[in-house]
């Protein structure tokens, strides 16, 4: 084989390897990305446009699955349950006498049960991007929550937005307890 020949091959060799690493990372993004819609849904595009870049917003949503993995998160106990159980009806009583304190007691409930759980629950806008991991479609209804609630802190809110809210926060809460209260609600029935 001449040099000619030799020099042909291995540019030939480098450019093929070069065009395979380079499918090999569109195939993997093109992967990342359907992984990532199908995870977080509707806050797969909320997230990218509130980011305007696609490729930073799913390093945020991949970060975002990251931080969830490295957290303890545990089940409820069935006394923590019972607890919780309760003191969401009397959030919900209060709500016809007082909605805005209900509102406000309910969000403390929400973080209360993810305290227990394992989440952190410092930051609002970290509980929200640690909700999103496991309970995508149920993330858009705490912003919805919060949002009502703290425009309650500064202007009049209709009752009918206290209502949302209140529903907004028992779709999550549910969802939180998970099947413990799905339980606990059967063998409450049962007595």
């Given amino acids: 084989m001449d040099t000619t020949t030799l020099v042909v091959v291995v540019i030939t060799a480098i450019v093929m390897l070069a065009i395979g ?3 090999g990372v569109v195939f993997s993004r093109r992967q990342r990305t359907k992984n990532l819609q199908k995870q977080f849904g509707s806050e797969y595009e909320r997230t990218i446009s509130e980011v305007g870049d ?5 390093d945020e949503l991949q ?3 990251d931080h ?3 957290l303890d998160i545990q089940p409820l106990s069935e006394e923590q349950t019972e607890r919780f159980a309760y ?3 009397s959030t919900q009583a209060k709500f016809v006498d007082q909605p805005a304190a209900a509102i ?3 969000d403390r409930l929400i973080k209360e049960v993810m305290s227990a759980r394992g989440y952190p629950v410092e930051d609002f806008e ?3 991007a640690d909700i999103s991991v496991d309970y995508p479609d149920l993330v858009v ?3 919805g929550m919060r949002d009502i609630t703290t425009r309650s802190e500064h202007e009049e809110v209709s009752t009918e937005d206290m209502r949302q809210a209140m529903v907004h926060c028992r779709a999550l809460f549910e969802e939180l307890l998970g099947a413990e209260v799905s339980e606990y609600k059967n063998q409450k029935e049962k007595m």
């Fill in 104 to 106: 406000q007691e309910a």
């Fill in 68 to 70: 969830v993995k490295s």
């Fill in 141 to 143: 209804h705490y912003r």
């Fill in 87 to 89: 003191d969401w009806r």
């Fill in 63 to 65: 970060a975002r699955v």
């Fill in 54 to 58: 696609q490729r930073e917003a799913e």
């Fill in 126 to 128: 970290q509980r929200a």
């Fill in 21 to 23: 690493s380079w499918l």
